[in-house]
C-alpha cells in the first residue's frame, strides 16, 4: 500500500479559500503515518468549533461558513479527514474502516484542541462526531447536526444501496460532480474544480470509495456494537443539540426529527428544516448553519 500525497499545485487558485495550511501526523498503525491538513482561523484562546466534513468533500465545504464563526469569536477547527482534501490517502481501500476514522480524528482532536468544543457535523462528519459525543460528552459544549446520522444497522434503503453500489462500481467517480448534483445551490466551474482537486487519479479516490461501504445500516456491520455504546453517552448529553436538515436531501433530510427527539439536550432547541437545501447544507444554507453554531454556543455559555 501506498500513501499518497495530492500535488500542492492541484489546490492553486482555489475560490473563497484563503487560509493558511496546517499540518498533523497521524499515526496510521501497522508502522505507517500519514500527514493531516486543517484549517485553523481565529485566535487560539477563543472558544473553539470543531467542524467535520462528510464524503467525499474536504474543508473546502465549509469555506462559507468559516468567516461568520471567527467573526462570532470562536477558534475555527476544519480538518481534512484521511484520505480526503489536502491530507494523505492511504491508496487500498480495505485500509480504510470506521474505527480507524474514529481513532485517526481523535489523535488531531487531542492533540491540537483538547478543550471543550462546539460541534458541527453532516454525513460522516456525524458518524464520526456524533460517536465521540457519546464517548466522550464532556468534551462537547453543544452539538449542531446537519443531514447527519449515528447508525446501528436495520434496513438498508434502496436509495442508500444504488449510492453505496455507485461509489464501488463506477467507472468514473467524478466527486465535484457529486456535490453539484447533491447541492440546491449551482457551484460554480471552480468550485466543483475544488472538490476534484483531491483526487487527481483512481487510486487517490480509495477513501472516498470505501466511506459508503462503511456505513453500519444493515444488521451484522461493523461498527454497531460501537455506535451502540456510544448512543448511551449521546442520548444523555444535556448540552445544547441543535438538528438543522435540509427538505431536499433524498438520504438523511428526514431524519432531523429522528435524532433529535432521542437526545437530552435537544429538548426544547429551534429544530428546522431547511427549504432550498440539500445534503450538502454547508453550500445551500451556510449562514443559517452558522448562525444555528452560534445560538447554541451561546447557550451552552461556550461563546460570550
Given at each position: 500500500?501506498?500513501?499518497?500525497?495530492?500535488?500542492?499545485?492541484?489546490?492553486?487558485?482555489?475560490?473563497?479559500?484563503?487560509?493558511?495550511?496546517?499540518?498533523?501526523?497521524?499515526?496510521?498503525?501497522?508502522?505507517?503515518?500519514?500527514?493531516?491538513?486543517?484549517?485553523?482561523?481565529?485566535?487560539?484562546?477563543?472558544?473553539?468549533?470543531?467542524?467535520?466534513h462528510?464524503?467525499?468533500?474536504?474543508?473546502?465545504?465549509?469555506?462559507?461558513?468559516?468567516?461568520?464563526?471567527?467573526?462570532?469569536g470562536?477558534?475555527?477547527?476544519?480538518?481534512?479527514?484521511?484520505?480526503?482534501?489536502?491530507?494523505?490517502?492511504?491508496?487500498?481501500?480495505?485500509?480504510?474502516?470506521?474505527?480507524?476514522?474514529?481513532?485517526?480524528?481523535?489523535?488531531?482532536?487531542?492533540?491540537?484542541e483538547?478543550?471543550?468544543?462546539a460541534?458541527?457535523?453532516?454525513?460522516?462528519?456525524?458518524?464520526?462526531g456524533?460517536?465521540?459525543?457519546?464517548q466522550?460528552?464532556?468534551?462537547?459544549?453543544?452539538?449542531?447536526?446537519?443531514?447527519?446520522?449515528?447508525?446501528?444497522?436495520?434496513?438498508?434503503?434502496?436509495?442508500?444501496?444504488?449510492?453505496?453500489?455507485?461509489?464501488?462500481?463506477?467507472?468514473?467517480?467524478?466527486?465535484?460532480?457529486?456535490?453539484?448534483?447533491?447541492?440546491?445551490?449551482?457551484l460554480?466551474?471552480?468550485e466543483?474544480?475544488?472538490?476534484?482537486?483531491?483526487?487527481?487519479?483512481?487510486?487517490?479516490?480509495?477513501?472516498?470509495?470505501?466511506?459508503?461501504?462503511?456505513?453500519?445500516?444493515?444488521?451484522g456491520?461493523?461498527?454497531?456494537?460501537?455506535?451502540?455504546?456510544?448512543?448511551?453517552?449521546?442520548?444523555a448529553?444535556?448540552?445544547?443539540?441543535?438538528?438543522?436538515?435540509?427538505?431536499?436531501?433524498?438520504?438523511?433530510?428526514?431524519?432531523?426529527?429522528?435524532?433529535?427527539?432521542?437526545?437530552?439536550?435537544?429538548?426544547?432547541?429551534?429544530?428546522?428544516?431547511?427549504?432550498?437545501?440539500?445534503?450538502?447544507?454547508?453550500?445551500?444554507?451556510?449562514?443559517?448553519?452558522?448562525?444555528?453554531?452560534?445560538?447554541?454556543?451561546?447557550?451552552a455559555?461556550?461563546?460570550?
Open positions: 500500500m501506498d500513501i499518497l500525497r495530492t500535488p500542492a499545485d492541484r489546490f492553486a487558485d482555489l475560490p473563497d479559500y484563503p487560509f493558511a495550511e496546517h499540518w498533523f501526523e497521524v499515526d496510521l498503525g501497522h508502522g505507517l503515518t500519514a500527514r493531516q491538513h486543517y484549517v485553523d482561523e481565529g485566535p487560539k484562546e477563543a472558544p473553539p468549533v470543531l467542524l467535520l462528510g464524503e467525499p468533500s474536504w474543508s473546502f465545504l465549509y469555506r462559507k461558513m468559516i468567516p461568520i464563526l471567527v467573526d462570532a470562536f477558534r475555527v477547527l476544519a480538518p481534512d479527514l484521511i484520505g480526503f482534501g489536502k491530507s494523505d490517502k492511504p491508496d487500498d481501500i480495505s485500509f480504510y474502516t470506521y474505527a480507524r476514522h474514529v481513532e485517526w480524528l481523535k489523535q488531531w482532536r487531542n492533540a491540537v483538547p478543550r471543550p468544543a460541534l458541527f457535523c453532516q454525513d460522516w462528519g456525524s458518524l464520526l456524533l460517536r465521540m459525543v457519546g466522550e460528552p464532556d468534551r462537547f459544549t453543544c452539538v449542531v447536526a446537519s443531514n447527519a446520522a449515528l447508525p446501528t444497522g436495520g434496513k438498508v434503503s434502496d436509495g442508500f444501496t444504488a449510492w453505496r453500489e455507485f461509489a464501488r462500481s463506477s467507472p468514473e467517480f467524478a466527486i465535484g460532480g457529486i456535490l453539484q448534483r447533491a447541492t440546491q445551490t449551482e460554480s466551474d471552480a466543483v474544480a475544488a472538490y476534484d482537486a483531491p483526487f487527481p487519479d483512481e487510486p487517490s479516490k480509495a477513501g472516498a470509495r470505501a466511506f459508503p461501504q462503511l456505513v453500519p445500516v444493515e444488521d456491520m461493523d461498527g454497531i456494537a460501537d455506535n451502540l455504546e456510544a448512543w448511551k453517552g449521546l442520548e448529553f444535556s448540552g445544547p443539540f441543535l438538528t438543522l436538515f435540509g427538505e431536499d436531501d433524498p438520504v438523511l433530510g428526514a431524519g432531523g426529527p429522528m435524532l433529535s427527539k432521542r437526545i437530552k439536550g435537544a429538548e426544547g432547541q429551534p429544530h428546522a428544516m431547511l427549504t432550498r437545501c440539500g445534503h450538502f447544507s454547508q453550500e445551500d444554507r451556510p449562514v443559517e448553519l452558522a448562525q444555528g453554531i452560534i445560538d447554541m454556543a451561546r447557550k455559555g461556550h461563546l460570550a
